[in-house]
């Protein structure tokens, strides 16, 4: 897979960025804190747009470039991953979820201007496709309640799904988003603080095919809970929790059927 990643280690320039994606048709574009990135989005859409199938941008965004792009670009991209934390809004989402229908892989982190309406109609777009998720540091969780469940309800066909650091994350919506993805097969919920036993007991009763689960530092979860996991997903192959939450009976299954444990 030929790969466009650039940082802001002292040497790239704009003109730089430039001549290099005008000779390059890259699959997978990635931008970790580019000053310039509105100037190599514009470039991108222009030169790349057939080919590109993964972009990553990590800070340093630009919101009406970010648009450009998306409203230009004739690539059917399978792989979305975005930081920005001020310049991600509901109109890229609404965008996104109208242009991108291919996608399978969408990671949204740290972002303080979406709402839940934009997400849930981001959701709608992407009902057919979408199959790994990732809403992390999400702050509309802490604005918005409930908007989980109606957006699990368009994206039933997730099989990996990340809500790692969202501190304010309950029981009740995590226990009735859950119920729509009975595809799941990798739920992390790192650092979930507020989630207790009740949500692992949810998750095993709804997702009967799980292979991977990240439990690690979530303190309302304890050693009953991660037992029931393990004792009841028959598929189970790995498991990140602390050491201490892990009983005498996990341990002896997770032997016996080679479930590996990462603490």
Known sequence: MDQFD???HGWLRSKLAMEKLQFRNPNEARF???SNVALVLLNLAENCSNSLSSLLIYDGGNR???LHFIHETNCNLQKLDLQLPLDLDDSHL???GAKFD???VLRLQSYAMVTS???KTLGLGLSDSLEELALTKCD???RETGFLVELAQSLQNVKTLDLSYNHMLIDKDFASMISSYRELRKPNIRRCSRLTDISLISLCKNCKHL???DLLYCNGIWVEGVEFVILNSPELRNVQVEDRKLSEAARRWMASNFIEVQS
């Open 6 to 8: 650039r940082n802001t």
């Open 102 to 104: 291919l996608l399978h």
């Open 64 to 66: 009406e470039s970010l």
């Open 32 to 34: 970790r804190e580019l």
């Open 94 to 96: 609404i965008e996104k």
């Open 117 to 119: 309406e934009g997400l």
């Open 140 to 142: 509309v969780i802490k």
């Open 211 to 213: 292979k991977s689960v």
